[in-house]
């Protein structure tokens, strides 16, 4: 079955500390994958995508992720948070390709930073 | 360029009543999703559709659930019946066309937030 797995819940930093959230997907074929944010009480913002090429993608924010085929996974990283990377963040696959597939979400990682 | 709207973004009904949700896609976007997110859970896909047509609904609950994209006008969620299980904040998202070149990076709406008492 398709799924994707934050084994990270709840993530608590100071500020200037380094953040890796992991996530790992099973999903048979070529794959799409995405980071999303939610700040607090706002909607889902993209902060990037791989859909083919260069497994290191840099999003928006300083936000990077590296797409391991051999791991399944697609972690992502900041060298250095700020307290408004405050958020939550979830990791999303669909079908590769050109198609409109349905997203498959992970359960989200909430990180609280503090100045 | 607006992006996914939504409406309304709170919305309160008693048990029995029936819930309609908006959404109006991106510009251009031809494709919308609507996901559902409980309590302390990610979201989970409910439906896919374009303008007309329903193209996925393996997340839709079997029964009170449907949904709608008419030729003229937002995309409608309708949940009749509503039991408090159902309060939960309702997602939609918009994805261009795949001709394009696009691909399917969905936008998300605002979200609308419904509670049954």
């Known amino acids: 079955a398709q799924s994707v797995s934050q084994h990270n819940h709840h993530v608590i930093l100071s500020e200037a500390a380094s953040l890796e959230l992991g996530c790992n997907y099973s999903?048979?074929?070529?794959?799409?994958l995405f980071w999303y944010v939610q700040y607090p009480g706002q909607h889902l913002q993209l902060l990037l995508k791989?859909?083919?090429?260069?497994?290191l993608v840099k999003g928006i924010k300083g936000f990077e992720a590296e797409f391991i085929k051999s791991k399944f996974s697609f972690n992502l990283r900041k060298p250095s948070v700020q307290w408004s990377d405050t958020a939550e963040y979830f990791c999303?696959?669909?079908?590769?390709?050109?198609?409109?597939?349905?997203?498959?979400f992970g359960t989200g990682t909430r990180l609280q930073v503090f100045p | 360029n607006a992006g996914v709207m939504q409406n309304p973004r709170h919305l309160v009904r008693r048990r029995g009543q029936e819930a309609r949700l908006r959404c109006s896609p991106m510009?251009?976007?031809?494709?919308v999703y609507w996901y559902r997110q409980l309590p302390e859970e990610g979201l989970k896909f409910m439906v896919y559709?374009?303008?007309?047509?329903?193209?996925?609904e393996s997340g839709m609950p079997k029964e009170r659930f449907s949904a709608e994209f008419p030729k003229e006008g937002p995309s409608i969620l309708r949940i009749q019946q509503v039991v408090r299980g159902d309060s939960a904040a309702y997602f939609c998202?918009?994805?261009?066309?795949?001709?394009?070149?696009?691909?399917?990076?969905?936008?998300f709406g605002p979200g609308t937030r419904l509670t049954v008492l």
């Open positions: 998202a918009s994805s261009p066309p795949e001709t394009s070149g696009g691909r399917d990076t969905q936008y």
């Open positions: 999903y048979g074929g070529t794959v799409n």
């Open positions: 791989y859909f083919s090429g260069d497994p």
């Open positions: 999303a696959v669909n079908g590769g390709g050109y198609n409109t597939d349905k997203l498959i």
């Open positions: 510009k251009g976007h031809s494709h």
């Open positions: 559709l374009q303008k007309e047509n329903i193209i996925d």
